[in-house]
């Protein structure tokens, strides 16, 4: 191959390199502009039904004190059903049972006990396991309630001080708030008014022309 003819087939090969990177940015830009566009609509929606589940908590919540007053509702009852001859609504609110930092005198109580009742620790395993944290970084409720019980049952001083701690460290908080939604069919049951994102169906029309 003739230096001329090297330098013709650089000069294609550079012309064909700036093409692909070309597009390339094309289509980068063409991606970008979609999830801008996209993202921006996403999250209108989301202040939109964030407003909404606003609303619908403020005005359920305050009709459950009515509810009360017809004894529909037990006294400081939060979840309800508001049942009508065409809908029904269920509102449901996720108690969650921890502890707040105090927890950790208890903790150091209880291993201070281990220390004190155990010289091999395989021995105190069950009793070790009951101090492991959740996801959160929080003592689980239902363990420290297990160093209760077996404290009581086995009329342990030291173990019911470490739990008198928890218990003043013990916090309720409501983390999740849940309204389903439901009207009546022609069948007599229920379909629900879907409010998830995800279990929104896609017409049949629109997923045939997709494929």
């Not at 090297?6 to 502009?33: F, G, H, T």
């Not at 619908?56 to 004894?71: C, L, Q, S």
């Not at 996801?135 to 030291?158: E, P, R, S, T």
């Amino acid at each position: 191959m003739t230096q001329e003819e090297e330098k013709l087939l650089e000069e294609l090969q550079a012309k064909k390199q700036k093409e692909v990177s070309s597009k390339r940015m094309s289509y980068e830009a063409l991606k970008q502009d979609l999830l801008e566009e996209w993202v921006a609509k996403f999250k209108a929606k989301q202040k939109e039904l964030i407003a909404l589940k606003t609303e619908a908590f403020k005005d359920i919540t305050a009709f459950i004190d009515v509810m009360e007053e017809y004894g529909e509702v037990k006294k400081g009852q939060k979840n309800c059903s508001l049942i009508g001859s065409k809908h029904k609504i269920e509102f449901k609110m996720n108690l969650v049972k921890e502890y707040d930092e105090r927890a950790e005198l208890g903790a150091e109580k209880v291993r201070d006990w281990i220390r004190s009742e155990f010289s091999d620790e395989g021995q105190s395993g069950f009793i070790v396991d009951l101090l492991d944290k959740n996801n959160n970084g929080k003592f689980d409720y239902q363990k420290i309630q297990k160093i209760a019980n077996h404290a009581q049952l086995n009329n342990d001083k030291v173990l019911m001080e470490a739990v008198e701690l928890f218990n003043e460290a013990y916090t309720e908080r409501y983390a999740r708030f849940y309204f389903y939604v439901r009207e009546k069919n022609k069948y007599g049951g229920y379909d629900n008014i879907t409010l998830d994102f995800a279990s929104l169906p896609v017409p049949e029309e629109v997923l045939e022309k997709g494929d």
